[in-house]
């Protein structure tokens, strides 16, 4: 079996497509329960699997962050239309207006 940063790693390095394809992928990892929309508690749950896989390391340069203010300052950014969740033309725009939120959501391919 294969570790979830391993298969991140395994899709990126394998994924072919413009960045609006990559972050189409990315929006439905998100989207963990299919509906088409990242709700706030996807979001907290991918972040706070993101800080769990990265280690002590990332914590270390996170300190003045939690993975909850993290995942909350990453919704409200993408919540365009601020109806509490985030749609995928929202969540391509704002990660293609933004490559500092592109390095947030997706650290392993920096």
Known sequence: FI????FLLAIDVTSAGSPEEKLNWAFRMY????NGVIE???????VNSIYKM?????AVMDKYETPQE??????RRM???SDGRVE???FVRCCLDDQ????LLTPLSQ
């Open 31 to 34: 989207d963990l329960d299919g």
């Open 3 to 6: 570790d979830f940063k391993e």
């Open 100 to 103: 500092k939120l592109i390095g």
């Open 79 to 81: 919540d365009i239309n």
């Open 40 to 46: 706030p508690q996807e979001m907290s749950k991918i």
């Open 88 to 90: 995928m033309k929202e």
């Open 54 to 58: 990265m280690g002590p390391n990332q």
């Open 70 to 75: 993290r995942a909350d300052s990453i919704f």
